[in-house]
């Protein structure tokens, strides 16, 4: 994996007014990613790591500091031109999916690519269906999303994140809402995308999950309080071995 | 984005709503469908009002006496106050220019027997000219001649009315019909005219040489008489109409322009006219507010849909979609909705329309310009209304709109 630097932010500060008060969500972070690294950011609810988590996804913008993605100075840029980052640069997956209702997962998976440079109608569903195949879902082109699980729904919302060929793909507590055995195996589908060469962030709270990371960054109170490599991470693959079958449709 | 492509989002987005779309749909269907309808009635009523004035004749001019007028201080010799001759309809039609036909009628009533069958109606003394004047052609038999005016023949013509009442399925024309028992030959029959702008039967008239009508039925010391003109073209019938009355006040000494009461089918169609205009655009605003709730109706539906769509929007701005995207795939579905609703209304509207001409009979009419006017309505109301909810959805923050539950 070649070390080339993909983000790097400096004294990235977000304020919040809220009414009379400032909250300090973030005072200042200076850190650098590079390509191919799977990030764990951890920290408590109010620790500033959704915040930092926004501005990284071109979300929201900060109220000081730089961000540089891809060797591009983005906290200048219009709201238009974060528009294209997102949509070109940035991977997400969300919690709770964020999948539009009553709209067939293949659909789901070209959203992105609806917003893109004109794309046809069938190069589109080809690479959708691409994206599908790489999560193992392909069978489920389909179906609508109250017809699936909850880990199949994850992998729908993996695809739609992966389907544009993103520069990084970044996770917002992507197990929050599955049971043990699913969150093992959405970590192995990031192992595997990683493994790829996909660089991959991920927000937790979870200490079983971000084990699966490479470097585990910590916050709290809008700092970074420690910043650790994970020399030996878990593999999350041959921990599913290990794992009970539940059910096979999970 | 291209247009197309967020004309697709938008269409989806509808389809996968069908019972929302409908629902908002409905109000400018109905909406659409009243004012074509409510203008197509109109419509009807003003062809039925226009052709009952154009049965009145063409161009016509109507004379009488005036027996109102105070400044009359005429000796009141023969009859009550009645000033014209048959001499004046001689003087009309050779001394003034632009007269194409001229005709005295000569009203009375009298009772009609046809062996046993009994009828009491009018009966118009009248010039051949009369006729013409009335657009009357015999749809059986014939029309009386010149002959049988100078000759004051026993003959006339007769109505539809009159021939279905007293004749039933005899053949009227050659039979003897006794008008106060006197007996006339039937010529013909009058071809149908039906109701006239006040409703009344225009069929129900027995028609005579005005010479038979004044020597046989009426008598001199009664009558009173109407000269009816008919001008060569609507442009000249102001003309004509002063010149007949110089012509009239040269002709009896002592009378002034009081005297004489001069009505022309021009102002009788104008009342006529403005008063189915009136009805028109009365018809046409109750259609169009039902138009304006249907739009509001969109709008109520719009605000709703983006208030439950702000999860959808947030993830489609997470995506990639520019706040324009998002501005046009709603306007574009409110579009949509308003344009389909017109199109459905206008169909809707054509039915409507239908069953009101076959029920009642009239020549109810859709014009194009209520099809414009509906369809441009329903545009203006979907973007109008379609605005402000992409607006609200289009200026959401993103943050906010992905965390809203």
């Keep these: ?250 | 984005m291209s247009i197309i492509g967020i004309i697709k989002i938008a269409l989806k987005s509808l389809a996968r709503n069908k019972t929302r779309t409908f629902l908002t749909m409905l109000g400018v269907i109905i909406g659409v469908a009243a004012v074509i309808t409510m203008l197509a009635i109109g419509e009807g009523a003003k062809k039925i009002v226009e052709d009952q004035i154009n049965s009145m004749g063409t161009n016509v001019i109507m004379v009488s006496s005036n027996f109102m007028s105070q400044q009359s201080n005429v000796r009141q010799a023969q009859g009550s106050g009645n000033l014209l001759e048959v001499e004046d309809v001689e003087a009309v039609k050779d001394d003034i220019d632009g007269v194409l036909y001229a005709s005295p009628i000569l009203n009375t009533w009298g009772r009609l027997k046809y062996e046993n069958q009994n009828w009491r109606g009018g009966v118009m003394g009248v010039d051949v000219d009369y006729f013409n004047i009335r657009n009357m052609t015999a749809e059986q038999g014939e029309l009386f001649y010149p002959s049988d005016v100078e000759n004051s023949s026993k003959v006339c013509v007769i109505g539809k009315t009159i021939a279905d009442n007293l004749f039933g399925d005899v053949d009227p024309v050659g039979k003897i019909m006794r008008i106060r028992n006197i007996p006339f030959i039937v010529k013909g029959v009058l071809k149908a005219k039906g109701e006239n702008v006040m409703g009344m039967d225009q069929d129900d008239i027995v028609l005579v040489p005005h010479t038979t009508a004044l020597t046989r039925l009426i008598g001199h010391r009664w009558r009173f008489m109407t000269i009816i003109v008919s001008a060569e073209s609507k442009e000249r019938i102001q003309m004509v109409q002063q010149d007949i009355l110089e012509l009239l006040q040269n002709r009896h000494r002592g009378t002034t322009s009081e005297s004489f009461v001069v009505n022309t089918q021009t102002d009788i169609a104008d009342t006529a006219s403005s008063v189915s205009n009136t009805m028109t655009i009365l018809l046409a605003s109750i259609a169009g507010i039902s138009l304006l709730v249907g739009g509001i109706g969109i709008m109520n539906i719009m605000l709703v849909s983006v208030t439950e769509r702000i999860k959808e929007i947030g993830i489609r701005m997470a995506v990639g979609a520019h706040k324009r995207d998002v501005l046009l795939q709603f306007v574009i579905e409110a579009v949509t909705i308003s344009i389909l609703g017109g199109l459905v209304g206008i169909f809707l509207g054509w039915a409507a329309t239908s069953v009101v001409g076959k029920t009642m009979h009239w020549n109810v009419a859709i014009t194009p310009f209520s099809i414009l006017i509906s369809v441009t309505f329903s545009c203006v109301i979907g973007i109008f209304f379609g605005w402000y909810p992409a607006k609200k959805a289009a200026n959401l923050n993103l943050i906010d709109a992905l965390r809203y539950e």
Aim: aromatic share 6%; net charge negative; with cysteine.
């Design chain 1, 1 to 250: 994996m070649s070390s080339t630097t993909l983000i790097r932010t400096q004294g990235l500060t977000k304020v919040y007014q809220m009414g009379d008060f400032e909250v300090h969500a973030l005072r200042g972070i200076d850190l650098s990613i590079e390509q191919g690294e799977f990030i764990a950011i951890m920290g408590a609810s109010g620790s500033g790591k959704t915040t930092y988590m926004n501005l990284l996804g071109c979300l929201d913008r900060p109220t000081a500091g730089s961000y540089e993605l891809d060797g591009i100075a983005v906290h200048e840029m219009s709201s238009e031109k974060l528009t294209k980052v997102r949509n070109e640069k940035i991977g997400y997956v969300f919690q709770s999916f964020y999948l539009l209702p009553r709209t067939t997962a293949l659909e789901n998976v070209e959203l992105p690519l609806l917003y893109t440079r004109n794309m046809g109608h069938k190069e589109r569903i080809s690479q959708a269906m691409e994206a599908l195949d790489v999560v193992g879902i392909k069978d489920r082109a389909r179906h609508f999303p109250n017809q699936l699980s909850g880990g199949q729904q994850q992998r729908v919302a993996i695809a739609r994140a992966i389907v544009n060929n993103p520069v990084f793909l970044l996770a917002d507590e992507p197990t929050g809402n599955l049971d043990t055995r699913t969150s093992v195996e959405v970590m192995a589908l990031f192992q595997k995308l990683h493994a790829q060469g996909m660089t991959v962030i991920l927000v937790t709270h979870e200490h079983d999950i971000s084990r699966y990371a490479n470097r585990i960054i910590t916050f709290r109170d809008g700092l970074i309080i420690s910043d650790k490599p994970n020399p030996q991470p878990r593999n999350a693959a041959e921990d599913l071995k290990t794992m009970p079958e539940l059910d096979l449709d999970r």
